[in-house]
Nanobody, 131 residues
Framework: EVQLVESGGGLVQAGGSLILSCAAS????????IGWFRQAPGKAREGVSC????????YYADSVKGRFTISRDNVKNTVYLQMNSLQPEDTAVYYC????????????????????????WGQGTQVTVSS
């Protein structure tokens, strides 16, 4: 059974940092890129970051570029999202997901991640940033 379990969310003040983890099991971790998404209340789910296995290339949404860093530990089957300089607009539920087409992240014509290309999802972890 494929499982993705996010952890590390919480309440932090603006300017603070958090590290999210996504622990994966039930599939060959090396075969898939992993993406992070977030969904704020009343808003659509949006792609935040992605990391490939094939070449460890990464993608970041413009809104988090320079503040967030994605990494993966292929021994622990875990992907991390280091989030620095957090702002209230980063408040959302954060999800990780497997990229259904393989080990390399791809970006759509709009320059973002396509949520419909991700098939297995975790349950999410809440990140709340107070001003």
């Amino acid at each position: 059974e494929v499982q993705l379990v996010e952890s590390g969310g919480g309440l932090v003040q603006a300017g603070g940092s958090l590290i999210l983890s996504c622990a994966a099991s039930g599939f060959i971790f090396d075969d898939y890129a992993i993406g992070w998404f977030r969904q704020a209340p009343g808003k659509a789910r949006e792609g935040v970051s992605c990391i490939s296995h094939s070449d460890s290339s990464t993608y970041y949404a413009d809104s988090v570029k320079g503040r967030f860093t994605i990494s993966r530990d292929n021994v622990k089957n875990t992907v991390y999202l280091q989030m620095n300089s957090l702002q209230p607009e980063d408040t959302a539920v954060y999800y990780c997901a497997t990229y259904r087409w393989g080990p390399k992240c791809t970006v759509g014509a709009d320059g973002g991640l396509n949520i419909y290309e991700y098939d297995y999802w975790g349950q999410g972890t809440q990140v709340t940033v107070s001003s």
